[in-house]
């Protein structure tokens, strides 16, 4: 079982960063596949970016390639989300997702079984 607790979000203005945190409860995150997810207003549910347990791969959906970065710090249990250059289709309440490795689809909902609660994140242009 694990807890996750995202911070980070409020509201920005069209090319500003903003840099999310997750923090996990447990002491196997560095056993966990970790992945942001966002979900704009009327819209489904869509995957961002994800990372292997132990940092070494990342992955990316087409539209955030080259201005968002994940990463993660095992010994401080968290993930990261640094986002730059923000547009305002970026808009959305921004959830960190967690699974046991090996995870096969990192970019489906359904691979994962833990949730945070969300944190907004607004761009206004």
């Known amino acids: 079982q694990v807890q996750l607790v995202e911070s980070g979000g409020g509201l920005v203005q069209a090319g500003d960063s903003l840099r999310l945190s997750c923090a996990a409860s447990?002491?196997?995150?560095?056993?966990?596949?970790m992945g942001w997810f966002r979900q704009a207003p009327g819209k489904e549910r869509e995957f961002v970016a994800a990372i292997s347990a132990s940092g070494a791969n990342t992955y990316y959906t087409n539209s955030v390639k080259g201005r968002f970065t994940i990463s993660r710090d095992n010994a401080k249990n968290t993930v990261y989300l640094q986002m730059n250059s923000l547009k305002s289709e970026d808009t959305g309440v921004y959830y960190c997702a967690a699974n046991p490795a090996p995870v096969t689809a990192v970019s489906s909902r359904r691979e994962y079984n833990y949730w945070g609660q969300g944190t907004q994140v607004t761009v206004s242009s």
């Open positions: 447990g002491r196997t995150f560095s056993r966990y596949v």
